[in-house]
């Protein structure tokens, strides 16, 4: 088991950046693949971004990439996404999660989540 506590959303302008955090406690952080999705009102929940358990390998949705940043720190078992000229679109609650596997766009291969954190983003 991992819990997962999601921090760092608000409203800001387009064009302006937020640092998402995700803590995650209990198993060994090390050993699971992390990665942010989010979720619009009325749309279905979406990947954004994906991290492999070292680091060395991540993965973004088209939309967001050369703007998003999907980052771990394995000793503080903090994963982060820096987020850079937001835009209206990037409104969503974000979610923050976890999986003993590779890194997948499908949701439903994901084994822990978070609750989430809203960013809203005004143009």
């Known amino acids: 088991q991992v819990q997962l506590d999601e921090s760092g959303g608000g409203l800001v302008q387009a064009g302006d950046s937020l640092r998402l955090s995700c803590a995650a406690s209990?198993?060994?952080?090390?050993?699971?693949?992390m990665g942010w999705f989010r979720q619009a009102p009325g749309k279905e929940r979406e990947f954004v971004a994906g991290?492999?358990?070292?680091?060395?390998?991540?993965y973004y949705t088209d939309s967001v990439k050369g703007r998003f940043t999907i980052s771990r720190d394995n000793a503080k078992n903090t994963v982060y996404l820096q987020m850079n000229s937001l835009k209206p679109e990037d409104t969503a609650v974000y979610y923050c999660?976890?999986?003993?596997?590779?890194?997948?766009?499908?949701?439903?291969?994901?084994?822990?989540w978070g609750q989430g954190t809203q960013v809203t983003v005004s143009s």
């Open positions: 991290i492999i358990r070292s680091g060395s390998n991540t």
């Open positions: 999660a976890a999986r003993g596997g590779v890194i997948t766009v499908m949701p439903t291969a994901w084994d822990y």
């Open positions: 209990g198993r060994t952080f090390s050993s699971y693949t």
